[in-house]
């Protein structure tokens, strides 16, 4: 039994089950797409099962998305203080024990996927080239941030294409607003291994801006609230650019309260972008 529950302990470990931030920042994308798509007339028990099968799918994703990471990061990861406990990198966990849970994780999301419109089950394929290519940006680019942001928010295309059946322009543009809030966010998380990163040669959005954060979360932020509102507009008129106000405040709040040296305090505002994930959705809600 011991033997049992530790083997658990370790899945659940890789699978980042104590850390679910991840799973609703790549949910969170698949609501604007069905929200800011959605038909007229469109039930609401339709959207609650669509979001359903969103939520689980991330959830399975996101855990195949650590699993795989950690596979390819293992080595890099064992030089890293915040990473240096995960499974892999401790050798606590065989790479054919993270290769099988990674399959069964992977079939999960392709039933979640095969649920869909027909079109959306081709977007969501797509997808599979983003994820594959991620864990190996950070060694080739100063800016793997915009290829997470790609790939974490192509939720919003499947979303949009799963409730509508089609593609539109305000959903491009909640696309694009995605790619910059994600640019923001996780340009803050990747602040707490900076000096891990500068030692071991790995590059970040982080290292490259460094004291100039700040600035970079003003462009972010303010591009993400530009497009959001450019899709409302075009969906519902001027009267619903007024649900950007909550969100808004949240940014201001984030870029104020910054503190590139602080991890903890990184960490902390990190999080917090669940609920400007939310807070991101109203206009859509509205529109």
Known sequence: MNVFLQQ?????????????????????????????????????????TLLGLFLLGAFVMRSAGCI???????????????????PLASGELGLRQACRLLVILCLGGLWVLVQLHPLAIGIGLGSLLLVAAYPFMKRI???????LGITFNWGVLVGAAAVSGGLSLPVFLYYLAGIAWTLGYDTIYAHQD??????????SSARRLGQATRAGLIVFYSVTLAFVGLAVFLENGIFTLLFLCPVAL??????????????????????????????????????
């Open 141 to 147: 680019t100063w800016w793997p941030q915009a290829w």
């Open 68 to 86: 795989y990471n950690d596979i390819v990061d293992r080595d890099i990861d064992a030089k890293v203080s915040r990473t240096a406990s995960r």
């Open 250 to 287: 949240h940014f201001i709040w984030q870029i104020i309260a910054l503190d590139i040296d602080d991890g903890s305090k990184c960490l902390k505002l990190f999080k917090s972008n669940v609920t400007a994930g939310w807070l991101l959705a109203l206009p859509a809600l509205a529109a």
């Open 8 to 48: 658990l302990r370790l899945y659940l470990q890789i699978m980042r089950m104590d850390k679910p931030v991840g799973t609703w920042l790549l949910f969170l994308p698949c609501v604007w797409g069905v929200l800011i798509a959605r038909p007229d007339g469109t039930h609401a028990k339709e959207i609650y």
């Open 194 to 203: 900076r000096e891990d990163d500068a030692l071991i040669g790995v590059k």
